[in-house]
């Protein structure tokens, strides 16, 4: 149960705090700019893969709990 309320305080700091701070930064620095399109595509792959891990994991999680009783 800890973990799961460590990743509601996470998601929760993420979106109320780094996500506006790492956008306002990027807004004001001409550079970021230059880099959005980029980091996006990055990002966006990233992401992806993430949920991919995600879906696999879990996936396998829940096989192994439904045959349980094989192990």
């Not at 996006?40 to 349980?68: D, E, P, Q, R, W």
């Amino acid at each position: 149960m800890l973990l799961f309320f460590v990743a509601v305080i996470t998601a929760a700091l993420n979106g109320q705090w780094l996500g506006p701070a790492a956008t306002e930064v990027m807004e004001k620095d001409p550079k970021y700019k230059a880099f959005k399109r980029t980091f996006g595509k990055y990002h966006g792959m990233s992401m992806l893969c993430n949920l991919i891990g995600f879906l696999c994991t879990t996936s396998n999680l829940i096989y192994t709990a439904l045959n349980l009783s094989t192990i």
